[in-house]
């Protein structure tokens, strides 16, 4: 079974800085894609940050390239956001997700429908 579960939240204010988490099991790690998506309230589900253990590839949005990190731990099965100068609008609840048996182009990872979510953590940025 697929479990994913995402820790690291917290309320933090603008500019300053959060590391979430992702524990991942039930899978092979290094076979698959792990993404990192956020949903704000009222709005649709957007993905941030993919990477592909394997190879240590990262795909990132244009609303977060350059403040936000991805990265991989292979022999724990884990994934990190790095998220710095966080800004209000960086304020959801942030979810993990896999793409098991992932195929595609490493640097798309972020454009294909992830499967496999696990719970959120919320993070809220206060002005």
């Known amino acids: 079974e697929v479990q994913l579960q995402a820790s690291g939240g917290g309320l933090v204010q603008a500019g300053e800085s959060l590391r979430l988490s992702c524990a991942a099991s039930?899978?092979?790690?290094?076979?698959?894609?792990i993404g990192w998506f956020r949903q704000a309230p009222g709005k649709e589900r957007e993905g941030v940050a993919c990477t592909t253990p394997s190879d240590g590839s990262t795909a990132y949005s244009d609303s977060v390239r350059g403040r936000f990190t991805i990265s991989s731990e292979n022999a724990g099965n884990r994934v990190y956001l790095q998220m710095n100068s966080l800004k209000p609008e960086d304020s959801a609840v942030y979810y993990c997700a896999a793409f098991v048996d992932y195929a595609g182009w490493p640097t798309l990872c972020l454009l294909y429908d992830y499967h496999n979510y696990g719970q959120g953590t919320l993070v809220t940025v206060s002005s």
């Open positions: 039930g899978f092979t790690f290094e076979g698959a894609a």
